[in-house]
């Protein structure tokens, strides 16, 4: 595959993959207790946990430069 055909499918995979995640963790958000602790806990956690599964598609992009 073309590096730059691969960074498109890359690029609209990674904004695939942000949108079901935010939609995801808005709806987990709701569910939670009524506790500012623990919805900044919450956040805090789903703010960094989303570059976790994005690296393996990352490298995949990169690879055959």
């Known amino acids: 595959m073309q590096p730059r055909l ?3 499918v890359g690029s609209m995979a990674i904004l695939i ?3 079901v995640y ?3 963790a808005i709806h987990v958000a709701d569910r939670l207790p009524n506790n500012d602790a623990v919805k900044m806990v919450f956040f805090a956690v ?4 989303w570059g ?6 990352i ?7």
Do not use: D, E, K, Y
């Open 46 to 49: 789903a703010g960094l946990f």
């Open 59 to 65: 490298s995949w992009m990169n690879r055959g430069r």
């Open 6 to 8: 691969r960074s498109f």
């Open 17 to 19: 993959f942000m949108a």
């Open 22 to 24: 935010i939609v995801a």
């Open 52 to 57: 976790i599964p994005i690296l393996p598609v």
